[in-house]
C-alpha cells in the first residue's frame, strides 16, 4: 500500500510541478485564446458558452418530439 501512495504522489508532484504560476499564464493568454478562437476575458466567454448551451439546448428541445428512446 505505501509504494501505490509514493507513487501517486510521485504522480501529483510531478502534475504540480509543470502548472504554470499566474503570471506566466497572463504572458501566453492572448495567443493561446487567439489560437483556441475564444475571447480572452471571462465575460465574453461565459457568454459564449451561454449561448452554445442554449442553442444545444433548443436543438434538443425541438427533437425531443421524435425520439422514441425518451417518449413512452
Excluded: H
Excluded at 501566453?28 to 475571447?39: G, S
Aim: aromatic share 10%; hydrophobic share 40%; with cysteine.
Amino acid at each position: 500500500m505505501k509504494k501505490l501512495n509514493l507513487s501517486f504522489l510521485s504522480i501529483v508532484s510531478f502534475f504540480l510541478q509543470q502548472l504554470l504560476s499566474w503570471d506566466e499564464c497572463q504572458i501566453i493568454l492572448d495567443k493561446y485564446c487567439q489560437d483556441l478562437e475564444l475571447p480572452n476575458t471571462a465575460e465574453s466567454l461565459v457568454n459564449i458558452l451561454k449561448n452554445c448551451l442554449s442553442k444545444t439546448g433548443e436543438k434538443v428541445d425541438f427533437k425531443y418530439p421524435q425520439n422514441a428512446t425518451l417518449i413512452k
